[in-house]
């Protein structure tokens, strides 16, 4: 897949994460974790429109289980022929993103550090060159710093170039919520 395919794709999640998807929070349309999973897929899906998907034959699945891959949502670029290849994940020539999400409610951390290590395990263990992985995080919690990463200095080994953080939550003295990213 070429740079400027897969630079329109991190530019459109991205676009998508500070825009559409903090409007989305801001105008009460996201309940929970499968909600946020819907609204960035429908988001992103008219960002890249029907005719940039279909020239580079690229799909959006949610839910995508394969070969050790179980992600909220990625962007898989199939073969020039999927039909002939028995079940549509056969099909399936390369994963050009990941994104796995989090909505919690002021819960503890568990659950957002167990999507990093599943990140980092994707990158350790899977094969997808080309591959840009995701952290979309809603975490409703109020924090007293004004840019909170998820990532420590040691996951800058394994995540630089591969990671960004698209990040969603409060801080101290501000009743609007903060949703940044963060690229490593």
Not at 70 to 77: E, F, H, N, S, T
Not at 82 to 89: C, F, I, T, V
Not at 95 to 118: C, G, Q, S
């Amino acid at each position: 897949m070429n740079a400027d395919t897969i630079k329109t794709i991190d530019n459109a999640i991205k676009e998508i994460w500070c825009n559409n998807i903090k409007s989305d929070y801001e105008n009460f349309s996201l309940l929970k974790e499968d909600t946020l999973k819907n609204s960035f897929y429908f988001h992103l899906r008219n960002k890249l429109t029907d005719r940039f998907l279909e020239v580079n034959r690229l799909k959006i699945y949610t839910e995508y289980y394969h070969d050790g891959l179980r992600a909220d949502l990625v962007i898989a670029q199939l073969c020039e022929e999927p039909g002939l290849n028995g079940h549509l994940r056969n099909a399936v020539v390369d994963i050009l993103a990941v994104v796995e999400m989090k909505y919690k409610y002021d819960t503890n951390d568990d659950p957002f550090k167990k999507d990093i290590v599943k990140v980092q395990n994707y990158i350790k263990n899977l094969n997808y060159k080309n591959c840009l992985y995701y952290l979309a995080f809603i975490h409703e919690v109020v924090n007293s710093v004004k840019e909170y990463s998820w990532l420590t200095q040691r996951d800058l080994k394994w995540a630089a170039g591969k990671v960004t953080e698209l990040n969603g939550y409060f801080i101290e003295g501000n009743d609007e919520p903060v949703f940044q990213i963060i690229s490593y």
